[in-house]
Protein backbone atom coordinates (compact mmCIF):
# COMPACT_ATOMS: atom_id res chain seq x y z
CA UNK A 1 0.00 0.00 0.00
CA UNK A 2 1.33 3.43 -1.08
CA UNK A 3 0.85 6.35 1.00
CA UNK A 4 1.73 9.93 0.30
CA UNK A 5 5.27 11.23 0.94
CA UNK A 6 4.49 14.34 2.61
CA UNK A 7 1.33 12.21 5.18
CA UNK A 8 4.40 10.18 6.49
CA UNK A 9 7.12 13.06 6.93
CA UNK A 10 3.72 14.86 9.23
CA UNK A 11 3.62 11.50 10.74
CA UNK A 12 7.16 11.15 11.46
CA UNK A 13 7.97 14.56 12.84
CA UNK A 14 4.61 14.58 14.88
CA UNK A 15 4.96 15.35 18.81
CA UNK A 16 1.41 14.95 19.62
CA UNK A 17 -0.63 12.97 18.09
CA UNK A 18 -4.74 12.28 18.26
CA UNK A 19 -6.99 9.27 17.28
CA UNK A 20 -10.56 10.48 17.14
CA UNK A 21 -12.53 7.20 16.83
CA UNK A 22 -16.14 5.84 15.90
CA UNK A 23 -17.78 2.69 15.44
CA UNK A 24 -16.23 2.05 12.25
CA UNK A 25 -12.85 1.29 13.99
CA UNK A 26 -14.78 -1.66 15.62
CA UNK A 27 -16.57 -2.91 12.71
CA UNK A 28 -14.25 -5.67 11.60
CA UNK A 29 -14.40 -6.89 15.17
CA UNK A 30 -17.83 -7.76 14.42
CA UNK A 31 -19.56 -4.74 16.21
CA UNK A 32 -22.36 -3.19 14.46
CA UNK A 33 -21.73 0.39 13.91
CA UNK A 34 -23.90 2.91 15.36
CA UNK A 35 -25.82 2.94 11.85
CA UNK A 36 -25.79 -0.96 11.27
CA UNK A 37 -27.12 -1.56 14.79
CA UNK A 38 -30.62 0.17 13.55
CA UNK A 39 -30.89 -2.73 10.85
CA UNK A 40 -32.75 -6.05 11.09
CA UNK A 41 -35.38 -5.92 14.42
CA UNK A 42 -33.97 -2.20 15.16
CA UNK A 43 -34.84 -0.74 11.49
CA UNK A 44 -38.35 0.36 12.70
CA UNK A 45 -36.55 2.46 15.47
CA UNK A 46 -34.97 5.70 14.92
CA UNK A 47 -31.32 5.64 16.58
CA UNK A 48 -32.12 8.99 18.64
CA UNK A 49 -35.24 7.56 19.62
CA UNK A 50 -33.53 4.10 20.96
CA UNK A 51 -30.48 6.41 22.77
CA UNK A 52 -32.22 8.83 24.56
CA UNK A 53 -33.46 9.63 27.79
CA UNK A 54 -37.47 9.90 26.81
CA UNK A 55 -36.59 6.68 24.39
CA UNK A 56 -36.17 4.51 27.50
CA UNK A 57 -39.16 5.84 29.87
CA UNK A 58 -41.40 5.50 27.03
CA UNK A 59 -40.14 1.66 26.78
CA UNK A 60 -37.16 0.49 28.95
CA UNK A 61 -37.70 -3.07 28.20
CA UNK A 62 -37.06 -1.88 23.80
CA UNK A 63 -34.24 0.39 24.69
CA UNK A 64 -32.68 -2.32 27.26
CA UNK A 65 -32.67 -5.02 25.20
CA UNK A 66 -30.99 -3.33 22.76
CA UNK A 67 -28.27 -2.41 24.52
CA UNK A 68 -28.33 -5.82 25.75
CA UNK A 69 -28.37 -7.33 21.80
CA UNK A 70 -24.98 -4.43 21.45
CA UNK A 71 -23.33 -5.56 24.89
CA UNK A 72 -23.25 -9.41 24.42
CA UNK A 73 -21.73 -8.61 20.92
CA UNK A 74 -19.51 -6.14 22.82
CA UNK A 75 -18.48 -9.47 24.92
CA UNK A 76 -18.05 -11.65 22.57
CA UNK A 77 -16.06 -9.60 20.10
CA UNK A 78 -11.66 -9.05 20.19
CA UNK A 79 -10.30 -6.13 19.50
CA UNK A 80 -8.93 -6.27 15.17
CA UNK A 81 -6.20 -4.87 13.74
CA UNK A 82 -7.19 -1.36 13.56
CA UNK A 83 -7.23 -1.49 17.33
CA UNK A 84 -3.82 -2.69 17.58
CA UNK A 85 -2.18 -0.72 15.28
CA UNK A 86 -4.01 2.17 16.98
CA UNK A 87 -2.19 0.86 20.34
CA UNK A 88 1.14 0.37 18.54
CA UNK A 89 1.53 4.09 17.11
CA UNK A 90 1.64 5.03 20.97
CA UNK A 91 4.55 3.52 21.12
CA UNK A 92 6.25 5.24 18.07
CA UNK A 93 4.97 8.88 19.19
CA UNK A 94 5.92 11.09 21.95
CA UNK A 95 2.74 11.66 22.40
CA UNK A 96 -0.41 10.04 21.72
CA UNK A 97 -3.94 10.76 22.93
CA UNK A 98 -6.95 8.75 22.08
CA UNK A 99 -10.54 9.98 22.17
CA UNK A 100 -13.38 7.54 20.82
CA UNK A 101 -17.09 7.94 20.88
CA UNK A 102 -17.46 3.84 21.49
CA UNK A 103 -18.82 2.93 24.14
CA UNK A 104 -16.88 -1.01 23.50
CA UNK A 105 -13.93 -1.47 25.51
CA UNK A 106 -11.96 -2.91 22.47
CA UNK A 107 -9.31 -0.05 22.43
CA UNK A 108 -8.56 -0.59 26.34
CA UNK A 109 -8.26 -4.63 25.23
CA UNK A 110 -5.75 -3.78 22.49
CA UNK A 111 -3.39 -2.47 24.98
CA UNK A 112 -4.35 1.49 24.56
CA UNK A 113 -4.25 1.92 28.24
CA UNK A 114 -6.98 3.24 30.72
CA UNK A 115 -6.74 7.13 29.94
CA UNK A 116 -8.53 6.93 26.92
CA UNK A 117 -11.23 9.58 26.51
CA UNK A 118 -14.95 8.10 25.87
CA UNK A 119 -17.08 11.16 24.50
CA UNK A 120 -20.09 8.79 24.83
CA UNK A 121 -19.37 7.16 28.24
CA UNK A 122 -19.55 3.11 28.40
CA UNK A 123 -21.72 0.23 27.96
CA UNK A 124 -19.97 -1.34 30.91
CA UNK A 125 -21.40 1.23 33.25
CA UNK A 126 -24.52 0.88 33.95
CA UNK A 127 -26.88 2.94 36.72
CA UNK A 128 -29.93 3.47 38.39
CA UNK A 129 -31.69 5.90 35.98
CA UNK A 130 -33.46 7.65 39.39
CA UNK A 131 -30.29 7.78 41.39
CA UNK A 132 -27.56 6.90 39.71
CA UNK A 133 -25.50 4.60 41.74
CA UNK A 134 -23.42 1.96 39.82
CA UNK A 135 -25.54 -1.21 39.14
CA UNK A 136 -23.14 -4.28 38.32
CA UNK A 137 -23.56 -6.63 35.70
CA UNK A 138 -23.91 -10.66 36.96
CA UNK A 139 -20.87 -12.43 35.57
CA UNK A 140 -20.71 -14.13 32.34
CA UNK A 141 -21.96 -13.14 28.74
CA UNK A 142 -25.54 -13.28 28.10
CA UNK A 143 -27.30 -15.59 25.63
CA UNK A 144 -28.42 -14.41 22.84
CA UNK A 145 -31.86 -12.75 24.24
CA UNK A 146 -34.80 -14.07 22.68
CA UNK A 147 -37.59 -12.86 19.99
CA UNK A 148 -37.81 -9.33 19.90
CA UNK A 149 -34.93 -8.51 21.98
CA UNK A 150 -36.98 -6.67 24.48
CA UNK A 151 -35.66 -7.11 28.27
CA UNK A 152 -37.10 -5.75 31.22
CA UNK A 153 -34.26 -3.75 33.28
CA UNK A 154 -33.04 -5.09 36.32
CA UNK A 155 -34.08 -2.80 39.61
CA UNK A 156 -31.46 -0.57 41.89
CA UNK A 157 -31.10 -2.41 44.99
CA UNK A 158 -31.01 1.10 46.50
CA UNK A 159 -34.04 3.25 45.11
CA UNK A 160 -36.16 0.24 43.49
CA UNK A 161 -35.61 2.71 39.98
CA UNK A 162 -34.81 0.88 36.93
CA UNK A 163 -30.94 0.26 35.82
CA UNK A 164 -29.95 2.66 32.15
CA UNK A 165 -26.50 1.87 30.52
CA UNK A 166 -23.90 4.05 31.07
CA UNK A 167 -23.70 5.37 27.73
CA UNK A 168 -24.30 9.77 27.01
CA UNK A 169 -27.96 9.42 25.39
CA UNK A 170 -28.92 12.25 22.38
CA UNK A 171 -29.41 15.49 24.08
CA UNK A 172 -27.56 14.12 27.11
CA UNK A 173 -24.20 16.35 28.38
CA UNK A 174 -20.83 14.91 27.64
CA UNK A 175 -19.16 13.78 30.55
CA UNK A 176 -17.64 17.58 31.53
CA UNK A 177 -13.91 16.74 31.64
CA UNK A 178 -13.77 14.97 28.43
CA UNK A 179 -15.38 16.81 26.21
CA UNK A 180 -12.42 19.27 28.15
CA UNK A 181 -9.99 17.14 27.45
CA UNK A 182 -10.51 16.04 23.84
CA UNK A 183 -10.79 19.74 22.90
CA UNK A 184 -7.19 20.48 25.16
CA UNK A 185 -5.53 17.80 22.83
CA UNK A 186 -6.96 18.58 19.17
CA UNK A 187 -5.84 22.50 20.29
CA UNK A 188 -2.25 20.99 20.88
CA UNK A 189 -1.95 17.79 18.46
CA UNK A 190 0.36 18.77 15.23
CA UNK A 191 -1.89 15.36 13.59
CA UNK A 192 -5.40 14.26 14.20
CA UNK A 193 -6.62 10.84 12.44
CA UNK A 194 -10.06 10.40 12.22
CA UNK A 195 -11.14 6.81 11.85
CA UNK A 196 -14.66 5.36 11.28
CA UNK A 197 -17.11 7.93 12.35
CA UNK A 198 -19.66 9.90 10.11
CA UNK A 199 -18.69 12.72 11.37
CA UNK A 200 -22.67 13.49 12.13
CA UNK A 201 -22.97 13.47 15.85
CA UNK A 202 -22.40 16.70 17.95
CA UNK A 203 -20.07 18.17 19.51
CA UNK A 204 -17.91 15.14 19.24
CA UNK A 205 -17.56 15.74 15.49
CA UNK A 206 -16.43 19.02 16.06
CA UNK A 207 -12.92 18.01 16.81
CA UNK A 208 -10.93 17.36 13.52
CA UNK A 209 -12.12 21.21 12.74
CA UNK A 210 -10.68 22.14 16.13
CA UNK A 211 -7.63 20.13 15.18
CA UNK A 212 -7.63 21.23 11.67
CA UNK A 213 -8.34 25.37 13.10
CA UNK A 214 -5.08 25.41 14.72
CA UNK A 215 -2.71 23.84 12.05
CA UNK A 216 -3.11 19.58 13.03
CA UNK A 217 -2.62 17.61 9.74
CA UNK A 218 -6.41 16.01 9.72
CA UNK A 219 -6.06 11.93 8.43
CA UNK A 220 -9.48 10.48 7.32
CA UNK A 221 -9.88 6.59 7.60
CA UNK A 222 -12.86 5.78 6.03
CA UNK A 223 -14.58 3.39 3.37
CA UNK A 224 -17.11 5.93 2.39
CA UNK A 225 -17.46 9.45 1.76
CA UNK A 226 -18.19 11.87 5.17
CA UNK A 227 -19.19 15.32 6.51
CA UNK A 228 -15.22 15.33 6.97
CA UNK A 229 -13.76 14.71 3.57
CA UNK A 230 -13.70 18.70 3.09
CA UNK A 231 -12.12 19.28 6.29
CA UNK A 232 -9.33 16.24 6.17
CA UNK A 233 -6.19 17.12 4.44
CA UNK A 234 -5.45 13.31 3.63
CA UNK A 235 -8.80 11.11 2.68
CA UNK A 236 -7.18 7.48 3.20
CA UNK A 237 -10.64 5.42 1.72
CA UNK A 238 -10.66 2.23 3.00
CA UNK A 239 -11.16 -0.39 6.38
CA UNK A 240 -9.08 0.66 9.05
CA UNK A 241 -8.36 -3.30 9.99
CA UNK A 242 -6.42 -2.75 6.69
CA UNK A 243 -5.04 0.84 6.33
CA UNK A 244 -3.85 1.64 9.37
CA UNK A 245 -1.56 -1.26 9.95
CA UNK A 246 -0.20 -1.20 6.72
CA UNK A 247 0.61 2.51 7.47
CA UNK A 248 2.54 1.91 10.51
CA UNK A 249 4.50 -0.82 8.79
CA UNK A 250 5.65 1.70 6.31
CA UNK A 251 6.08 4.36 9.25
CA UNK A 252 8.10 1.94 10.94
CA UNK A 253 11.05 1.56 8.04
CA UNK A 254 10.31 5.94 6.54
CA UNK A 255 13.06 7.99 6.69
CA UNK A 256 12.51 11.32 5.75
C1 LIG B 1 -25.40 17.23 23.34
C2 LIG B 1 -23.83 6.60 22.82
C3 LIG B 1 -25.75 19.14 24.65
C4 LIG B 1 -25.07 5.81 22.82
C5 LIG B 1 -24.10 8.26 21.08
C6 LIG B 1 -29.05 19.23 15.01
C7 LIG B 1 -27.82 19.51 14.42
C8 LIG B 1 -26.62 19.24 15.06
C9 LIG B 1 -26.62 18.65 16.33
C10 LIG B 1 -27.83 18.35 16.91
C11 LIG B 1 -29.03 18.64 16.27
N1 LIG B 1 -30.04 18.24 17.08
C12 LIG B 1 -29.52 17.71 18.23
C13 LIG B 1 -28.18 17.79 18.13
C14 LIG B 1 -27.21 17.34 19.16
C15 LIG B 1 -27.08 15.83 19.10
C16 LIG B 1 -26.67 15.38 17.71
O1 LIG B 1 -25.53 15.52 17.33
N2 LIG B 1 -27.63 14.83 16.95
C17 LIG B 1 -27.29 14.36 15.61
C18 LIG B 1 -28.00 13.03 15.34
C19 LIG B 1 -27.73 15.42 14.62
N3 LIG B 1 -26.03 15.52 20.04
C20 LIG B 1 -26.32 15.28 21.33
O2 LIG B 1 -27.46 15.20 21.76
C21 LIG B 1 -25.12 15.12 22.24
N4 LIG B 1 -25.31 15.90 23.41
O3 LIG B 1 -25.44 17.85 22.32
O4 LIG B 1 -25.46 17.78 24.59
C22 LIG B 1 -27.14 19.16 25.18
C23 LIG B 1 -27.33 18.93 26.52
C24 LIG B 1 -28.63 18.96 27.02
C25 LIG B 1 -29.72 19.21 26.16
C26 LIG B 1 -29.49 19.38 24.79
C27 LIG B 1 -28.20 19.35 24.28
C28 LIG B 1 -24.95 13.69 22.69
C29 LIG B 1 -24.67 12.81 21.51
C30 LIG B 1 -24.24 11.43 22.00
C31 LIG B 1 -25.24 10.39 21.52
N5 LIG B 1 -24.76 9.06 21.90
N6 LIG B 1 -23.61 7.11 21.48
C32 LIG B 1 -24.95 4.55 22.04
O5 LIG B 1 -23.86 4.24 21.51
O6 LIG B 1 -25.97 3.86 21.93
S1 LIG B 1 -23.82 8.75 19.50
C33 LIG B 1 -23.62 7.41 18.45
O7 LIG B 1 -23.47 7.93 17.14
C34 LIG B 1 -22.35 6.64 18.57
O8 LIG B 1 -21.94 6.42 19.86
C35 LIG B 1 -21.34 7.48 17.88
O9 LIG B 1 -20.73 8.26 18.86
C36 LIG B 1 -22.16 8.40 17.08
C37 LIG B 1 -21.74 8.48 15.66
O10 LIG B 1 -21.67 7.21 15.20
P1 LIG B 1 -20.32 6.72 14.49
O11 LIG B 1 -19.38 6.32 15.55
O12 LIG B 1 -19.84 7.75 13.53
O13 LIG B 1 -20.88 5.47 13.77
P2 LIG B 1 -21.75 5.46 12.45
O14 LIG B 1 -22.43 4.15 12.38
O15 LIG B 1 -22.54 6.72 12.33
O16 LIG B 1 -20.62 5.54 11.32
C38 LIG B 1 -19.67 4.51 11.20
C39 LIG B 1 -18.66 4.98 10.19
O17 LIG B 1 -17.66 3.98 10.08
C40 LIG B 1 -19.25 5.17 8.80
O18 LIG B 1 -18.76 6.38 8.26
C41 LIG B 1 -18.70 3.97 8.01
O19 LIG B 1 -18.43 4.33 6.66
C42 LIG B 1 -17.39 3.73 8.73
N7 LIG B 1 -16.89 2.37 8.64
C43 LIG B 1 -17.60 1.21 8.49
N8 LIG B 1 -16.74 0.16 8.48
C44 LIG B 1 -15.48 0.67 8.64
C45 LIG B 1 -15.58 2.06 8.74
N9 LIG B 1 -14.51 2.86 8.89
C46 LIG B 1 -13.30 2.27 8.94
N10 LIG B 1 -13.11 0.93 8.86
C47 LIG B 1 -14.18 0.11 8.70
N11 LIG B 1 -14.00 -1.23 8.61
ZN1 LIG C 1 -31.39 3.91 42.47
Known amino acids: MIFDGSLLTHLHNARHIVVF?????????????????????????????????????????LVWGWYEWRRMKVLR??????????ADLAGQ?????LVTQNVDDLHERAGSGDDIIHLHGSIHQPRCFACARPYAYPAGIPDEPEGGRRIEPPRCSHCNGRIRPGVVWFNESLPEGAWAKAKQAGGDCDVLFSVGTSSLVWPAALLPGIAAQRGATVIQVNPDETDLDDVAHYNLRGKAGELLPALLDVLRKFVP
Open 21 to 61: TGAGVSAESGIPTFRDAQTGLWTHHDATDLASPQGFQRDPA
Open 93 to 97: VERLT
Open 77 to 86: AEPNPAHLAI
